[in-house]
């Protein structure tokens, strides 16, 4: 394989892996998950009879939701951290 054949492929992995970093912090696939656990919540709730299944249902989505905005800020610190500790 010539080096221009690798560098093409090199290229093609950089757009796929571009696009799937793009997809892991889109506000699509945020409201997309929020929506599905929305969904199966209020269908378990409904069926093991619970009184406000359609209201209830929003705690786990809430609790998804909060997780999505803090988790970057926790990343953030944990790279620092260990940056600061790999860099002594």
């Known amino acids: ?19 799937e970093k793009a997809w892991e912090t889109s ?12 969904v199966v919540a209020c269908g378990v709730l409904f069926v ?9 249902a929003f705690i786990p989505v809430i609790g998804y939701f909060l997780s999505t905005q803090s988790l970057p800020f926790i990343k953030r610190l944990w790279i620092n951290r260990h940056l600061s500790e790999n860099s002594k």
């Open 1 to 19: 394989m010539d080096i221009e054949q690798r560098i093409q492929k090199i290229e093609e992995r950089n757009v796929r892996v571009e696009a």
């Open 27 to 38: 506000a699509f696939r945020v409201c997309s998950i929020m929506l599905v656990t929305y």
């Open 48 to 56: 093991i009879g619970n009184e406000n299944p359609f209201r209830n």
